[in-house]
């Protein structure tokens, strides 16, 4: 029986999955049944949420797998675990070539693996990732963990050593959350104090309510680290009612409203990690590896910039136009 040009990819997939294990930190609208072409190569994309990060995410993949002559499908998982295994499941249904995956937990990976492992069905992750990545065709690495100390970083050069307060709106439980929220808290100077940490689930309304809580709590807070930029104009909306226009506030994303919140002030800073180089990273390393093509890199490090009113113009394309 002569192998299908599919499983011909599987194939070689598979034994360049058997490299050694590694640590990766990653970092996150809906499409159930996208195809951007009908090319020879298949992919499926399960995506993590309906933020404008992941709609970006979305917009990225589907354009490049364009350009890639690729067929893309894609399913979002709406930041439960459950519903990711499902659209996993639905995915290696459709007998892809490989997935793409934006996974909404970490501790959701290890399932997610082994079933497209026993289909025969290469992840490529576009997240954070556990430690053994033997059964992983590849990522595109954003470091999470490095994108909160460099917001801690920038909190500790303004403070200038005067002690200060802090407060942080952190996303969802269990996956990015944790991780930007544990590289800010450790990267943090000691003459700066963290008087409250709370959930705003990546969702704008309960950040807002979140931030209005915080600083009737705390009315002499200085800083503010928020884990998107989304929640970030709330939190700031929340503050401004509350007389608190002198918290300042540090987040992530570098999207475009991101950056004209820096140039006009609502934002002290932001951490730019692109989905548009994310997704097309995804795409064309996933491909590239899928054929066995010189020069593919397993692991792809996203590029980190902290953007303040001084260096507007270093911030990358966030989304696709």
């Known amino acids: 029986m002569t192998p299908t040009p599919g499983s011909r990819r599987r194939a070689a997939a598979a034994c360049l999955a058997g490299a050694a294990a590694l640590v990766l930190a990653g970092c996150g609208s809906e499409n159930d049944s996208g195809g951007a072409s009908d090319g020879s190569v298949s992919l499926g994309f399960v995506n993590g949420s309906t933020t404008h990060f992941h709609t970006c995410l979305l917009k990225a993949v589907e354009q490049e797998a364009k350009a890639q002559d690729a067929k893309v499908y894609s399913a979002n998982s709406k930041q439960d675990a459950g519903t990711e295994l499902s659209n996993i499941e639905d995915m290696i249904s459709r007998n892809v070539d490989a997935l793409i995956v934006q996974t909404v937990n970490v501790d959701a990976l290890e399932g997610d693996i082994a079933k497209a492992r026993s289909a025969g069905i290469p992840i490529y992750l576009t997240s954070v990732a556990t430690s053994d990545m033997s059964d992983v065709l590849g990522a595109a690495v954003v470091d999470l963990k490095k994108v909160g100390a460099l917001d801690a970083g920038w909190i500790g050069k303004d403070a200038g050593g005067e002690d200060v307060t802090v407060g942080v709106v952190a996303g969802a439980p269990g996956a990015a959350s944790d991780l930007l929220v544990g590289g800010f808290e450790d990267a943090l100077p000691k003459n700066a104090e963290i008087v409250a940490d709370q959930p705003g689930m990546f969702n704008p309304a309960k950040a807002q309510d979140v931030a209005e809580n915080m600083i009737q709590a705390h ?16 939190v700031r909306k929340a503050f401004d009612a509350a007389g608190a226009e002198d918290v300042k506030i540090v987040s992530v994303n570098g999207t475009e409203d991101g950056i004209a919140a820096v140039e006009d002030g609502r934002l002290s800073a932001t951490v730019a990690n692109s989905a548009l180089t994310i997704g097309q990273t995804a795409v064309r390393s996933t491909v590239g590896l899928l054929d066995r093509k010189q020069g593919v890199d397993k692991i792809s490090d996203i590029p980190l910039v902290l953007v303040t009113k001084d260096n507007l113009s270093e911030a990358p394309q966030y989304c696709p136009k």
């Open 219 to 234: 009315p002499d807070l200085d800083y503010a680290f928020v884990a998107n930029e989304e929640m970030a104009f709330a």
